[in-house]
């Protein structure tokens, strides 16, 4: 079992225990190719060990083999004694084993503490306990003397390569590895970004932890290593204590396999044979690892804030002009989309004064919600870098079996009809997540198959007649009935309430627990802002926009879609599947070493995607109060996409929120909406929507390269 209290010294060293790994005669093949043969090595706590050898000499297939990637031909390893297979990195690290590779399994997307507790994250009532982890992790770093909480919240993509070994190491030490394999941890690092790597190795050493260290730098081995063993074809030409030998020693060995050169005594200036000392204590050039640069302080507090403003904003101001250079750097959040709406109304507003009319406002809030809720269901997919095309007649398959079921001939109450039609939904998703999932097929072609094959289950159901009406009210009010004023208000305050208080007690307890925190006034400000959204909202849906009987209140519809917003961003913000979506959108590769799941995860998100599209399907039937061949199901779905993708989720996974595909929606509905009002017809609408698709792809885009350069 991993060990659920972490930051704690790790192992400490067992002098009679024998060594924490023996590798006995180990062969492996590749074909023809013999990569390891016969190699025979422990490796004790408390000591680093360097692998030296020339390309190819076997060093990261060997220590793939402990990683448990690769399973040795023949030969046993002994971990504490113990014979064992390791079958997977997951049973490595459930021995506590962890390695540190070259392309460092850190996911760019997330920052540092979810980075560290990747695939091992803590739950309280089945919710993300961030706090818990965030202080673990804190603590970790600063027992590495890694020492500047301040950026912890940061997304490990703005940290240098010095900055994110450190992190990796700090995870080993987090999680109590006894083993810690590092494969060139120090390539592609400066002079002084190496110093604190190689000091932070000594330190899991010093703490008793056992490291490996493949490297080709022989400053770096002469550095740090306590012993070098070295490999030449496969084999294990030689291991010795590191003040036995020199360089030329080393040399020969990779290169000929064996040396009959006697070590000099060194010279005590020789730079390359400087050795780190044990630590006493965290060490001082490792302090503020994470804040190499800048040098002053100033400048790193303006750093910090440039990189996540909730990070160390103490005033108003400060969060503001914190958020202007996130902006700049291309991390715009939903500002882009706001700014598009602004400007949308204002535009339709000036060609046509019954725009921003409360009738035509919540007759555009209607019609964008079935837009809002099948793109609300494409971010799942979106962010993890797949596209699911099926999503339109998936909701067409809901709606008609729904319709179907409450036929009066059928007879089904209108609840088991509507659980009838989403269960179908869902198995639809996990079909195509399975096919995706296990064929390892592409999600484009998968779901654009579905696409095709969902219209033609959609036009059987259907039938000859071409149409299902549907006569229950209770459904048919979905989309056309209203909250009374009165409840409205109720229901707005109670919701905001609620935000409002789960908000502040949560900033307020963050700040006294000196972790990442907006500071108060930012707090207020939000909450203020959802309170005058809500106070709008619910005005605009209260004023009568009846022409013959009053017609006022919220539409039912719009609870729904507030429910699905609240569900799902729980769901991707508060749980582990949601860390584990937007972990494979950013590094796959890194989320599978961290034990999770992927193809689990990715067949949940398609069913999630299928779900979400039969609640939409549902809405537009009760809009239409009836399924039919008109249904298209082709332009909602790329409408659906746009809406997500001009709402600020990215189209290259791992960015997204589920907030994006309301937003997008609302802008989709908004051009649909006012192009209507003005007599343009549906090509015309079609035309301008693709621009503002390329549009926001393109912002995507700049923005990717904005973060890169940042
Ligand atoms: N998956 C594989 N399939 C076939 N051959 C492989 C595979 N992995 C490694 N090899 C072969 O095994 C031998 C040892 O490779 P390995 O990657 O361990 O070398 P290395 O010592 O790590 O070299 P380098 O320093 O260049 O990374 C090489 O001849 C390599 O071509």
Redesign the pocket.
């Known amino acids: 079992m991993i060990p659920e209290t972490p930051s704690q010294p790790a192992t400490t060293a067992r002098p009679d225990a024998g060594p924490l790994l023996r590798l006995v005669g180990i062969d492996k093949n ?2 023809p ?1 013999q ?1 390891l043969a016969d190699v025979t090595l422990e490796v004790p706590t408390g000591k680093v060990t360097a692998l030296a ?1 020339d ?8 220590i793939k083999c402990v990683a448990g990637i690769y399973a040795p031909d023949d030969g046993q390893l002994f971990w504490e004694n113990k014979p064992v297979r390791l079958n997977s990195p997951h049973e490595a690290a459930e021995r506590g084993i962890e390695t540190v590779y070259q392309d460092l399994a850190l996911c760019d997307n997330l920052d540092i503490v979810q980075n560290m507790f990747l695939g091992r994250e803590r739950l309280r009532h089945l919710l993300l306990d961030e706090e818990s982890m965030e202080i673990a992790a804190r603590e970790t770093l600063a027992s590495l003397a890694v020492t500047s909480v301040r950026s912890i919240r940061q997304p490990v993509a703005s940290l240098s390569g010095g900055q994110r070994q450190s992190v990796s190491i700090a995870k080993s030490v987090l999680w109590n590895s006894k083993l810690v394999i590092m494969d060139e941890p120090t390539a592609a690092l400066g002079v002084a970004q190496t110093e604190v790597v190689l000091n932070l190795i000594r330190q899991l050493a010093d703490r008793g932890v056992a490291v490996i260290v493949i490297s ?1 730098n022989m400053n770096d081995v002469f550095q740090v290593a306590d012993r070098i063993a070295v ?1 030449r074809l ?1 084999r294990l030409v030689e291991v010795r204590p590191i003040t036995e030998v020199d360089r030329q020693i080393v040399v020969d060995l990779m290169t000929t396999g064996v040396s009959d050169r006697v070590r000099p005594e060194p010279a005590p200036s020789m730079p390359s044979q400087r050795r780190i000392p044990a630590a006493k204590g965290p060490l001082p050039s490792v302090a503020g690892a994470l804040h190499e640069e800048p040098t002053t302080a100033a400048a790193a507090r303006k750093a910090a804030l440039a990189l996540n403003p909730d990070i160390t904003a103490t005033s108003l101001p400060e969060y503001f002009r914190a958020a202007l250079a996130r902006v700049r750097a291309g991390e715009s959040g939903v500002l882009p989309v706001l700014a598009g709406l602004l400007l949308i109304s204002a535009l339709f507003q000036s060609l046509n004064p019954n725009f921003l009319t409360p009738g035509n406002m919540v007759n555009l809030l209607i019609q964008g919600s079935v837009f809002m809720l099948l793109a609300m269901g494409q971010v799942f997919v979106l962010l993890l870098g797949e596209i699911d095309l099926s999503i339109g007649y998936v909701g067409g398959v809901g709606g008609v079996i729904m319709a179907e079921l409450v036929q009066e001939s059928t007879g089904w109450p209108w609840w088991a009809a509507i659980a009838v039609g989403l269960a179908a939904c869902a198995g639809i998703g996990v079909l195509h997540g399975t096919i995706i999932t296990r064929l390892g097929l592409p999600s484009f072609v998968v779901t654009l198959g579905g696409q095709l094959g969902w219209l033609g289950v959609m036009l059987m159901i259907l039938g000859s007649g071409g149409v299902v009406p549907i006569n229950d009210n209770v459904i048919n009010d979905i989309a056309s009935g209203n909250l009374s004023p009165l409840t409205s208000w109720t229901v707005m305050f109670v919701v905001a309430g609620v935000f409002s208080t789960w908000t502040w007690l949560r900033d307020a307890r963050r700040r006294d627990s000196g972790l990442v925190a907006p500071p108060v006034s930012v707090s207020a400000l939000k909450i203020a802002a959802v309170l005058a959204t809500g106070v709008a909202v619910v005005w605009l849906c209260n004023t009568n926009r009846g022409t013959l009987v009053e017609i006022s209140g919220v539409p039912w519809v719009l609870l729904v879609v507030l429910g699905v917003l609240a569900a799902w961003t729980l769901l991707l913000g508060r749980t582990r599947f949601g860390r584990y979506v937007y972990a494979i959108g950013g590094n796959a590769e890194a989320a599978r070493r961290g034990g999770v799941n992927l193809a689990r995860i990715r067949t949940i998100a398609f069913m999630l995607a299928s779900f979400t599209a039969g609640i939409a399907g549902i809405v537009y039937a009760s809009r239409l109060r009836s399924v039919s061949t008109s249904y298209d199901g082709g332009t909602l779905v790329l409408y659906a996409v746009a809406a997500a993708v001009i709402g600020g989720t990215s189209l290259f996974g791992g960015r997204g929120k589920v907030l994006h595909g309301v937003l997008g929606g609302l802008v989709i509905a908004a051009i649909d909406n006012g192009m209507g009002l003005q007599g343009y017809s549906a090509p015309a609408k079609y035309v301008v929507t693709a621009l503002v698709l390329v549009s926001a792809v393109t912002i995507d885009a700049v923005a990717r390269r904005g973060r890169s350069r940042t």
């Open positions: 590749f074909g190719v990569a050898g390309n190819g000499a076997g060093k990261s297939v060997l080709h490999l496969g």
